[in-house]
């Protein structure tokens, strides 16, 4: 066997082991067809049954209540960023955007190319280093939805708690920890997320809607770009990109086989714990970039004294097996992405890796 790196990309992102293998085993020959998943008709009764099944343990696992649909759309997280406001923002209407750092930021711009909208919060004024509280919160009149983005993947930072809209709609972009914990769904009148954080490979987005949503699409909106095209037609319209729901379809099922999201929450809080202890047991060696009311259970951020040993850090950093703990390019600095994927074993090297680093560097 190769030797798996310890990955903490920040996606594309590590999946599970035993769900590439058992993809490798079904690679060629899928349940005895003698041909793959990809081979075939996405009307095939075998491709049918993975849609439905994927369907199934998205309602099971995150408890999703009657009266949403779950859709599979291609396009990744930034085509929702327009699709939102096209279906959903009415002339005469306005959106709300909670800003919170850089995904937010994109969502909010792409919304203005399409309707009125404004800042119903914004982290600006602290750096965006903590989520904004529901006393920080603004709801206008005529608001069609209020937008957040429960993890910036960027920034490093998660609502603990999402806030409280009242009877305006609440619309959640949870690209980068969907499945990380236990979510009441319920409080959403829609979520979505691209796959490749926490759900699989990327080429698939799930979205999942309140059937109510579906109605109020103008008219001269493309066919491909309504929720109720994909809705009525449980997202076979077109061609779907079968092989990454297959691959989420395993990610679902292995979710399941440990202990579902609240085994998920509790795994990923023990692996996140190593490394935010590293970073608070340093002395200041490491600086947490994030307020601790707000840290990411899914993306660690942290700073060092310099540049120079940031990219000392990195350097060492890869010789020893670690991949991805480079910032991102617009934030710099480190970080370390905890995916569910990610093993404890992982996280365990890299603060065993910091601990060591610090000693030599401290
Ligand atoms: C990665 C990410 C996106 C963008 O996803 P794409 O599928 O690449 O369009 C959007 N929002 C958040 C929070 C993300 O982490």
Known sequence: MTQRAYNFNA??????????????????????????????????????QVNNDTQALM??????????????????ASTQFAMIPMNLLQAGQSAGYILTGSWA???????????????AAS???NGFTRMPGQQELTVQEQTAYIHLTSNETIAGSQFL????????????????????????????AMIYAGAQKNLGPSGVTVVI????????????????????THAKTKSLYNTPPVYSVYMVNLVLQWIKRNGGLT?????????????????????????????????????????????????KFIKESEKHGFVGLKGHRDVGHLRASTYNAVPYESCKALADFMKQFQQQNG
């Open 11 to 48: 996606g594309p992102a590590a999946l599970p082991l035993e769900v590439l293998q058992q993809a490798q085993e079904q690679f060629v020959d899928f349940q005895g067809i003698g041909m793959s998943i990809m081979e075939i008709s996405h009307r095939s009764k075998q491709y049918e």
């Open 59 to 76: 309602k099971e696992l995150l408890g999703i209540p009657a009266g949403y649909e779950v859709l599979f759309l291609q396009g990744g």
């Open 105 to 119: 930021d994109k969502a909010y711009k792409e919304a203005k190319l399409i309707g009125n909208v404004y800042a």
């Open 123 to 125: 982290g600006e004024a």
């Open 161 to 188: 708690q999402y806030p409280d809209t009242g009877s305006t709609p609440l619309i959640g972009d949870l690209s980068s920890d969907i499945m990380c914990r236990p979510v009441d769904v319920s409080q959403f």
């Open 209 to 228: 809607l309140r059937e109510e949503l579906l109605q109020n699409s103008p008219k001269h909106l493309p066919t491909m770009l309504r929720y109720d």
């Open 263 to 311: 085994q998920m929450e509790q795994l990923n809080r023990s692996k996140t714990d190593l490394i935010y202890n590293a970073i608070d047991q340093s002395g200041g060696f490491y600086k947490g970039l994030v307020d601790p009311s707000s840290r990411s259970l899914m993306n660690i951020t942290f700073a060092l004294e310099s540049d120079e040993l940031e990219a």
